[in-house]
């Protein structure tokens, strides 16, 4: 079932007036990334983020972005990670030196670990 509108397109009087007049052309005409790749060549690299529109121009290139994803950056940050760390480097030592990550292995002879001194084929 074909559906029929009776509005009108909602288009601007000046709108309008500037389609009649001709005058409207964009101030300024951007080569298309497909043109600059066609007359560089083998030279032409994609760069997604020169045209970014941001605040500061300076920001197109840092290497951490405060939105990655749809998620905040700043969300992920722990303000408190250097001293955890120093507390987590802490137990590792206690736990060091109270031979927690000690080995049998070490303790074993060598007839224990299966180096008898015997060499040869079976």
Do not use: C
Request: proline share 5%; net charge negative; aromatic share 6%.
């Amino acid at each position: 079932k074909q559906v029929v509108s009776t509005q009108s397109t909602g288009i601007p009087e000046a709108v309008l007036a500037r389609r009649a007049a001709g005058g409207l052309k964009p101030d300024r005409v951007r080569k298309l990334e497909r043109d600059l790749e066609l007359e560089l060549g083998d030279d032409y690299i994609l760069d997604l983020k020169k045209h970014y529109d941001l605040p500061n121009p300076e920001d197109r290139y840092d290497d951490i972005p405060e939105v990655w994803e749809g998620h905040n950056i700043a969300d992920f940050v722990d303000p408190d990670i250097l001293t955890k760390l120093e507390e987590l480097e802490k137990e590792e030592a206690m736990l060091e030196e109270a031979g927690v990550y000690e080995s049998e292995e070490e303790n074993l002879t060598e007839e224990q670990n299966g180096n008898s001194g015997k060499s040869g084929s079976y």
